[in-house]
């Protein structure tokens, strides 16, 4: 469909709650596929409707299995998520955000989750994830709240050119 633009901080809808999804209808779909190619253009692993300017609690996630390149990656949309579980044991990992650019932090998040919620048709979801997927829904879902990392995080920096560092 078509990019938009990823906002940065100090954009102010960044920093507020999202309104949850009640209309699937056609303005949905084309916020959802256009949320996709801007995900993938930017290129990130998961994206926020507020990241592109829209107050919606609405995420969409693109993971792929490291160690099995040859696999392919997984798409998720999902609407209204919301954590219903959580490990105990939490992990320290880097992140990298769109909307906070030039900066990487430590964050302390759960090694796993289950995640419920909608997906881009209404129907309900549940997804269970752990390691690296379980942090980029943690990273998304803070967005719908107007949390950014460097609020959870132990310590920011800028990183260095040779740094890889995936982004939201």
Not at 16 to 39: E, P, S, Y
Not at 69 to 87: D, H, M, Y
Not at 123 to 135: D, N, Y
Not at 143 to 158: M, N, S, T
Request: net charge negative.
């Amino acid at each position: 469909m078509a990019l938009r633009e990823i906002i940065t901080i100090p954009h102010l809808i960044l920093r507020k709650k999202a309104r949850k999804v009640t209309d699937f209808g056609r303005d949905f779909q084309v916020l959802v596929t256009d949320m996709i190619d801007t995900m993938r253009e930017a290129p990130g692993v998961g994206l926020a409707a507020p990241q592109v300017a829209e107050s919606q609690r609405v995420i969409v996630v693109e993971y792929g299995d490291e160690e099995d390149e040859e696999k392919p990656k997984k798409l998720f949309v999902v609407a209204n998520p919301e954590i219903i579980s959580s490990s105990e044991d939490k992990v320290i990992g880097i992140e990298g955000c769109l909307s906070v650019p030039e900066l990487v932090g430590e964050v302390e998040r759960y090694h796993a989750i289950i995640v419920k919620g909608q997906n881009r048709f209404g129907k309900p979801t549940k997804i269970k994830a752990s390691g690296w997927l379980a942090r980029i829904f943690q990273h998304e879902i803070d967005h719908l709240d107007g949390v950014l990392y460097p609020d959870r995080a132990l310590r920011v920096w800028k990183p260095a050119p040779e740094e890889d560092i995936p982004l939201d």
